[in-house]
């Protein structure tokens, strides 16, 4: 995808965590869903850990979209590819200069029982006062 980072998660367990966020938490990949904003936009490779923030304040990037995988695994860069493919920015997000992150699963994860991928959206803060 142009323009867009990938990231490789990976998890033992998954819980959903709530959407809404008062306080700066950790959390798994895994446990993330649509609504969540993160603090810190981690570097491309591997990403273990998060930390989420309330979205009303600054934050890095938001999940738009969760990708659920139907089929078995389809290699690493085919599930990169799938969840790039989900992460579609509207004109207004591109103008806005926001950019597209696709997560999908590692192999590692996918053995751990990880059946999706994240669309995040990058570099657009929330609306000020």
Do not use: I, K, N
Request: hydrophobic letters at 45%.
């Amino acid at each position: 995808m142009a323009g867009g980072t990938a990231g490789l998660l990976t998890t033992a367990a998954r819980r959903d965590l709530p959407v809404t966020v008062t306080a700066p938490r950790d959390a798994r990949p895994a446990q993330l869903v649509a609504g969540h904003c993160l603090e810190a936009l981690p570097p491309d490779g591997t990403v273990e850990h998060v930390r989420l923030t309330p979205c009303e304040g600054p934050h890095a990037a938001r999940v738009v979209s969760v990708y659920a995988f139907t089929d078995g695994w389809p290699g690493q860069a085919a599930a990169d590819a799938a969840v790039a493919r989900s992460c579609a920015l509207s004109d207004a997000e591109v103008a806005a200069g926001a950019r597209a992150v696709a997560w999908a699963p590692t192999e590692r994860g996918w053995r751990l029982g990880e059946r999706t991928g994240l669309c995040l959206v990058a570099g657009v803060r929330p609306a000020g006062p």
